[in-house]
């Protein structure tokens, strides 16, 4: 009933399997992939016909984790996944970006890919698995697909690099000093197509390392791809590239001239409006049947690609008269909103971020659903790209992918530098308004949220910045990087290379290939020049920080305390009725956590102060021989009890309230009234020992016996 086939090799400490031929039969290709006790399902599917008029390429990407593939149960209401979470999102960009430009030019019939995660081990991510599964399918699928491309994430621990780190060392980066890097490459045999990192302060040599050594790592990889494939791929699907060459060859002598005096234009709304001018002239020229074809945008795209590529590789100049090397115009200013916690304008050029931080404590903190646990974030950083930012209309809907891609392109590059919660016990949450955009909105996301948080009186450890590079690689073999690139650059050349880190070394790494990838040749160079970019930056930045920041009188102030891990049932009582007494009563929010560690938060120090003696006098022990004040809660024959320290009461005995016999407490004490007293000590069975008479009321201060006699 089943034809399957299986292929399995040792890939670093786990067994890589690929099986098809069982599950999901009908789909152009399906395979399973398992690494340890982690399986996912990648399905593709694809269309026969391109839809008339299609003159772009339809492809779709859907990863996909189940909860029952960790045994748990979805949170919400409905209790079943929904929309996808920040990780399934992230994880369609890594599988797409290194798959779109290995399909064969020309190819524009719509694909679905769509990878399940079905079983996952808590050690092995699943994405680099579901980039493997995917791999296979589309390369026994018979989709014109010129690949296979591998995968692996790379660690870099005690100064060697890892091979596919656990999840638990990824998922809390922060925590774990000896880890430095988290890296996620994808490659073909030959060159490296998509580069995604989060790192501490790596040089260029190392992250350089680590790339190189991630594409070597994959090789087992792409060779049982292919092994895998020789006994289970389909025929390959009837496909010729389109010749448009003639279409172009009218398109280019109508409206070459036009075009390039348009790209020629430095400001970028004058140049977008001459290029749209030069495309409507090119097409009122064509007959209707060129104007039907669906290669029309293909050849009009090639005309403005050979433009912009052919100046910069021949002369060195670009479109805004830049060289390769030169970074655009900077201007930052911080403070420029007066009621949040920090705030900072960064402007590049024709690219700027208006961007906010806000302070909140720890009921703010973000809770992380995920398949390996539920976890806590006390960072965030989202990022908003409005049409207006591009002189565009549209559609303003939720975060899309490229919004939450480049946010999390951000947030890797400033998490690094980010004070330890037990020095700085605040929830931070950055917000990146992209108010105009030509190029780079996400590195200037960084650049402004570095200083933003600054700004808000965040003790970062160092100022980060981040710079675009791009690539022009033509077809005799010459190239040029490009620092700090155009939107046109971005669109019509070969790369985007996205650096971000502080002077002493890289904190994100980010690199998209729209050719069959580049050599560490070339990935060297973008390095060093953004290297350059970076420092030259930081230096543009620090004239906005030209004195210590202040912490905003409208952030909330947080203490924090240490207590004894046996002393935390006491503080919460029993329902929580103790915290939640101290709560209402201080005006403060007290949060503790199971070490112990208790913050107090108010914008009022007074309140911080009441919560803060409240939960002392709860924990803390009192001290044999100290002077207390105390409340009389209660006279009996023998003495009376004193409120003397929080909750805690102890005993006067009749005989220690004056130096006088008394035949009742009653001839001196009420109760109600207020009193100084000593602790005395404890009895056999931890009672509370106090004494009156050798303390002076009014003063506090101890007597004697014979200073009292003679008074």
Known sequence: MFNVTTKSIQWGNETLTLETGKVARQADGSVIATLGETQVMANVTFARKAKPGQDFFPLTVHYQEKYYAAGKVPGGFFKREARPSEKETLTSRLIDRPIRPLFVDGFKNEVLVMA????????????????????????????????????????????????????????????????????????????????????????????????????????????????????????????????????????????????????AIRDKQERTSAISAAVSAIVDTLSDEDKADANLGSAIKKLESSILRGDVVKNGIRIDGRDTKTVRPITSETGILPRTHGSALFTRGETQGMVVTTLGTGEDEQIIDALNGNYRSNFMLHYNFPPYSVGEVGRVGSPGRREIGHGKLAWRALQAVLPAPTDFPYTIRVVSEITESNGSSSMASVCGGSLSMMDAGVPLKAPVAGVAMGLILEDDGKWAVLTDILGDEDHLGDMDFKVAGTEAGITSLQMDIKIAGITPAIMKQALAQAKDGRIHILGEMAKSLTSAQAFSEYAPKIETMQIPTDKIREVIGSGGKVIREIVELSGAKVDINDDGVIKIASNDQNAIKRAYDMIWSIVAEPEEGKVYTGKVVKLVDFGAFVN????????????????????????????????????????????????????????????????????
Not at 200 to 222: K, R
Not at 682 to 687: E, S
């Open 644 to 711: 003397f320290f929080g909750k805690r009461d102890g005993l006067v005995h009749v005989s220690q309230i004056a130096n006088k016999r008394l035949n009742h407490p009653n001839e001196l004490l009420k109760e109600g009234q207020e009193v100084k007293v000593k602790l005395l000590g404890f009895d056999d069975r931890g009672k509370v020992r106090l004494g009156m008479k050798m303390v002076d009321q009014e003063t506090g201060e101890e007597v004697t016996e014979k200073a009292e006699a003679e008074g």
């Open 116 to 263: 399940t995660v079905l079983s996952c081990d808590l050690v092995n991510d699943p994405d680099i698995v579901a980039m493997i599964a995917v791999s296979a399918a589309l390369t026994i699928s018979g989709v014109p697909f010129m690949g296979p491309i591998g995968a692996a994430r790379v660690g870099f621990e005690g100064g060697k690099y890892v091979l596919n780190p656990a999840m638990d060392d990824m998922t809390q980066l922060r925590t774990k000093p000896d880890q430095r890097l988290d890296l996620v490459i994808a490659g073909t045999k030959d060159a490296v197509m998509m580069v995604e990192s989060e790192a501490y302060e790596l040089t260029e040599e190392e992250m350089l390392g680590a790339v190189v050594f991630g594409h070597e790592q994959m090789q087992p990889v792409i060779d049982m791809i292919l092994d895998f494939a020789e006994d289970s791929a389909k025929e390959p699907f009837d496909f010729t590239p389109p010749d448009y060459s003639a279409l172009y060859g009218k398109v280019k002598t109508a409206g070459e001239a036009q075009m390039r005096a348009a790209f």
